[in-house]
């Protein structure tokens, strides 16, 4: 069963334009959501991350919304960069204190058009 | 460069071998994470150590094992190797205090042939 879902396998954006990538979870005891990306050949980087208590965090070109009742959250990159193509991980922690280890959904491939 | 190392790079071995992966966490950081990455499954979580500790267990198979030592590095040890065993291996450490966010290290690709 899997408790965090990223539905889009892969996301083509034109360079300069918002990228949206979506996550959807289940267990309604996650109280931390993280975005990491991924190049090829590398461990995931921590992009942003947030707090069940909160409904947006930003940094930078990069913006998580938190949606608790709908069980969804979103990454917004804006504007795009060839830079940002890679693979984004949603991923969420129930514990408040990392100690089951986080959860992931099974990535979705942003592809940046120049 | 998230500042955890993880050795070695990439490792071939045959069914039935036994292997052992490093992992170095972040300087201050007590808690170390091992995940495995194959080709369909995702990152899914192993084990976590906290100074030293076992403190967590995710879908960690029997024939593998971990240990944190007093340096606060860790291995994870994988033996009777299958197959299917084959994947990324990702150490993770978080700081005392912060330990939601994890920072990963280059991984491990262990190919089992």
């Known amino acids: 069963d899997q408790q965090v879902k990223q539905n889009s396998p892969s996301l083509s954006v034109q360079e300069g334009r918002i990228s949206i990538l979506n996550c959807d979870y289940t267990?309604?005891?996650?109280?931390?959501f993280l975005w990491y990306k991924k190049y090829p050949a590398e461990g995931p980087t921590f992009l942003i991350s947030?707090?069940?208590?909160?409904d947006k965090n930003e940094d930078g070109r990069f913006t998580v919304f938190l949606n608790k009742s709908a069980k969804h959250l979103s990454l917004h990159i804006v504007p795009s960069q060839p830079g940002d193509s890679a693979v984004y991980f949603c991923?969420?922690?129930?514990?408040?204190?990392?100690?089951?280890?986080?959860?992931f959904g099974k990535g979705t491939h942003l592809i940046i058009q120049p | 460069d998230s500042g955890v190392t993880q050795t070695p790079k990439h490792l071939i071995t045959a069914t039935g071998q036994r292997v052992t992966l490093r992992c170095s966490p972040r300087?201050?950081?007590?808690?170390v994470y091992w995940y495995q990455q194959s080709l369909d499954q995702g990152l899914q979580f192993l084990i976590q150590?906290?100074?030293?500790?076992?403190?967590a267990k995710g879908n960690i198979l029997e024939r593998f094992s971990a240990q944190q030592f007093p340096d606060l590095h860790s291995e994870l040890n994988l033996s009777s190797l299958e197959l299917g065993d084959s994947a990324l291996y990702f150490c993770?450490?978080?700081?005392?205090?912060?330990?939601?966010?994890?920072?990963f290290g280059p991984g491990t690709r262990l190919t089992v042939l």
């Open positions: 947030i707090s069940s208590i909160k």
């Open positions: 150590y906290y100074n030293g500790e076992e403190r």
């Open positions: 300087s201050g950081d007590l808690s």
């Open positions: 993770a450490s978080s700081a005392p205090g912060s330990v939601d966010t994890q920072y």
């Open positions: 991923a969420a922690s129930d514990s408040g204190g990392g100690a089951d280890g986080l959860t």
């Open positions: 267990n309604s005891m996650f109280d931390y």
